[in-house]
């Protein structure tokens, strides 16, 4: 008998657990698979309104408690460098980026493992083992590149970005680099050198993930001029941080089957939940 996957993806609401990102809070996620034909543009359109992907995964926060936790991008055309970036980015230009295919190496995991050790020691991936690493990795079925930076003095392998590459834009999925150069400012580094890629690509945007108001974790991320939110259903500059501090209320959230129903689908599919 022939198996044929639905027409439309399914969406799927994961059991809370406590939040990474803001004390005493519990998070949720809102899943769907990403297979089938048309993963590209399923992948390009879900991205664009807030989702981010995890392997084969695509989710967005759907807390109970809060809608804080907002999908973030930087505009190209709108960024300029402070002079403290313009420092950080001068004092790594001598690492050379390399992009390759997705493939997990010795050494990826080895400074994978050295900067979990160092600097996510009690994270949610902190007991990741080599094959788990390779699992989110290779576990790509969209174009996916992984950008190694490497210092060509030693040969050693410095920083690492999992990128996928959208229609509008770089997706930064994951990075880690060497936890021995914190002058360096290695994750900002790679933030800023992606911008410059995007640039050299005609791609308009490059995403950072999630920006959560509150969180000192990812305070980072608004110290990029251009960037934007995902909010109320559009992307919005991020003028002032403090004007979304409400977005922490248990009231701001909307409820699961709202959310579903106002997902846009390529090829005017109608999302479904379960």
């Not at 174009?143 to 959208?166: I, M, S």
Request: proline share 7%.
């Amino acid at each position: 008998m022939r198996h044929t996957l639905p027409i439309a993806p399914q969406f799927y609401v994961t059991a809370p657990q406590p939040c990474p990102y803001l004390e005493g809070r519990m998070e949720r996620k809102l899943f769907t698979s990403l297979q089938g034909d048309g993963v590209e543009q399923l992948n390009n359109s879900l991205s664009q309104q807030g989702f981010r992907r995890s392997q084969n995964v695509l989710y967005r926060p759907s807390c109970s408690d809060c809608s804080a936790c907002m999908s973030a991008r930087i505009n190209v055309a709108e960024f300029t460098p402070t002079r403290s970036q313009r420092k950080t980015l001068n004092r790594s230009r001598h690492l050379e980026r390399r992009a390759t295919s997705p493939w997990a190496t010795e050494d990826q995991y080895a400074l994978f493992r050295d900067y979990l050790d160092q600097r996510h020691a009690d994270g949610g991936m902190a007991d990741m083992d080599v094959f788990e690493y390779a699992a989110m990795v290779e576990e790509t079925p969209i174009r996916t590149r992984v950008v190694e930076y490497t210092d060509p003095e030693t040969n050693a392998l410095t920083a690492v970005a999992l990128t996928d590459v959208l229609e509008d834009g770089l997706s930064m999925v994951y990075s880690f680099y060497t936890p021995d150069l914190p002058q360096n400012s290695l994750g900002t580094f790679m933030v800023l050198d992606h911008i410059e890629i995007a640039r050299e690509a005609g791609l308009p945007y490059v995403y950072l993930g999630y920006w959560v108001p509150g969180s000192q974790k990812m305070g980072y991320k608004a110290k990029f001029s251009g960037l934007e939110v995902y909010f109320g259903g559009e992307w919005v500059p991020l003028k002032d941080p403090e004007s979304f501090a409400a977005e922490e209320h248990p009231l701001s959230t909307a409820p699961v089957a709202e959310q579903v129903a106002n997902i846009q689908l390529p090829q005017g599919k109608h999302p479904s939940k379960r």
